[in-house]
Nanobody, 124 residues
Framework: QIQLVESGGGLVQAGGSLRLSCAAS????????MGWFRQAPGKEREFVAA????????SYADFVKGRFTISRDNAKNTVTLQMNSLTPEDTAVYYC?????????????????WGQGTQVTVSS
């Protein structure tokens, strides 16, 4: 079992940056691939970024490439999402998720554990 708690969301102007953090409980954090998803109002939840259990491999949705960076610290049981050059289209609730896999996962159904989400609002 693993529990996830996101933090770091908030209101930022377009062009600004935010750093989301996800704190995980459980001793097996390093056995999970981690991902970030987001859900904007009226839209389905979508994949944003993911990182393998070792942190060696990462993957990003096309709409965040070059702007967002995912990283993890297995010693601290945390995964972060650094978000730069934010636009109003990035406004959404951002979710951290854990998949019992050593490889990057892209589909929601591969993730067994989810955080409660943190709101990111980007003003124009």
């Amino acid at each position: 079992q693993i529990q996830l708690v996101e933090s770091g969301g908030g209101l930022v102007q377009a062009g600004g940056s935010l750093r989301l953090s996800c704190a995980a409980s459980g001793r097996t954090f390093s056995s999970y691939a981690m991902g970030w998803f987001r859900q904007a109002p009226g839209k389905e939840r979508e994949f944003v970024a993911a990182i393998s259990w070792s942190g060696v491999s990462t993957s990003y949705a096309d709409f965040v490439k070059g702007r967002f960076t995912i990283s993890r610290d297995n010693a601290k049981n945390t995964v972060t999402l650094q978000m730069n050059s934010l636009t109003p289209e990035d406004t959404a609730v951002y979710y951290c998720a854990a998949a019992p896999s050593d490889r990057i996962q892209y589909r929601e159904r591969e993730y067994d554990y989810w955080g409660q989400g943190t709101q990111v609002t980007v003003s124009s």
